[in-house]
C-alpha cells in the first residue's frame, strides 16, 4: 500500500535536487480547495452536514494508495488512482490528452505519489525528469502539490454525489458538468481556478 503525504500542503520529495516549494493554500477565492482541497472547517461545515469527518465521510476504491489529512482517509484502487492522476495531469496541462501508454501512466503515479521519478520508465517520465527545474513550479505553484490536490478533489466531489450532498448538473454558461446542492436551492459549487503547464506542455 502506497501512502502519500500526511497534508496535501507539505513539501514533496526534491525531484533532480531541485526544491518544490508548497503554496500555502490561503488566497482568496479558494473557497472550493476549502471544501475538497484542504477541507477547512469553516466551509465545511455549510457544504455538508456533518461538523467533523465521520466513516462515511471518507472516500474508498480500494487501498492501494492512501491519502490521509485532516481527519480524512481516502483510499484508492490502483485504476481509480491511475486514472484520477492522468485526469489531473490533463487538467493542468501536463499533457494534451489521457491517451497514455503504460510507462508514462506508472511515472505520473510515482511522481504524485512519492514526488519524485527515481527511474523514469517513459518517454513522458524522461520528459518530466530532464525539464524538472522549470515544471516544479510555475509562477508559484507546486506540480507536484497540484497533482495531488486534483486527486483528492475529484475523490471528495464523486463521493459527495455519492452520499447526496451534491447533485452534478450541466452548467450553460461554461459548457460543462458542475455541481450544485440538492434540489438547486443554492448555486453552483464554485470550483476555484487550477494554475496550467500548458506552456511546458509534453508533446505526445
Given at each position: 500500500?502506497?501512502?502519500l503525504?500526511h497534508?496535501l ?18 488566497e482568496e477565492?479558494?473557497q ?17 452536514p ?9 472516500y ?8 490521509e489529512?485532516l481527519?480524512y ?6 485504476t481509480d ?6 485526469a489531473?495531469?490533463?487538467?493542468l ?10 510507462d508514462a ?7 504524485a505519489?512519492?514526488?519524485v521519478?527515481?527511474?523514469p520508465a517513459?518517454?513522458l ?5 530532464r ?10 505553484e507546486?506540480?507536484?502539490?497540484w497533482l ?10 464523486d463521493h459527495?454525489v455519492k ?12 459548457d460543462?458538468?458542475a455541481?450544485q446542492?440538492p434540489?438547486?436551492g443554492r448555486p453552483?459549487?464554485?470550483?476555484a481556478p487550477v494554475?496550467s503547464w500548458h506552456a511546458?506542455?509534453?508533446?505526445q
Amino acid at each position: 500500500m502506497a501512502r502519500l503525504a500526511h497534508r496535501l500542503d507539505e513539501r514533496p520529495p526534491e525531484q533532480n535536487q531541485h526544491s518544490a516549494h508548497q503554496p500555502e493554500p490561503h488566497e482568496e477565492r479558494r473557497q472550493e480547495d476549502d471544501v475538497s482541497g484542504d477541507v477547512r472547517g469553516n466551509h465545511y461545515d455549510e457544504r455538508v452536514p456533518d461538523a467533523l469527518p465521520t466513516p462515511d465521510a471518507n472516500y474508498t476504491s480500494g487501498d492501494d494508495y492512501v491519502v490521509e489529512f485532516l481527519g480524512y482517509r481516502f483510499s484508492f484502487g490502483a485504476t481509480d488512482f491511475e486514472g484520477r492522476v492522468v485526469a489531473a495531469a490533463v487538467k493542468l496541462g501536463v499533457v494534451s490528452s489521457p491517451e497514455l501508454d503504460e510507462d508514462a501512466v506508472a511515472d505520473l503515479v510515482m511522481l504524485a505519489a512519492n514526488g519524485v521519478i527515481d527511474a523514469p520508465a517513459s518517454r513522458l517520465g524522461r520528459y518530466l525528469v530532464r525539464n524538472w527545474e522549470q515544471l516544479s513550479l510555475v509562477r508559484e505553484e507546486s506540480l507536484v502539490y497540484w497533482l495531488r490536490k486534483l486527486i483528492f478533489r475529484g475523490a471528495w466531489l464523486d463521493h459527495q454525489v455519492k452520499r447526496g450532498a451534491l447533485e452534478v448538473v450541466w452548467d450553460d454558461s461554461d459548457d460543462e458538468f458542475a455541481y450544485q446542492h440538492p434540489g438547486g436551492g443554492r448555486p453552483l459549487l464554485e470550483l476555484a481556478p487550477v494554475p496550467s503547464w500548458h506552456a511546458l506542455q509534453f508533446k505526445q
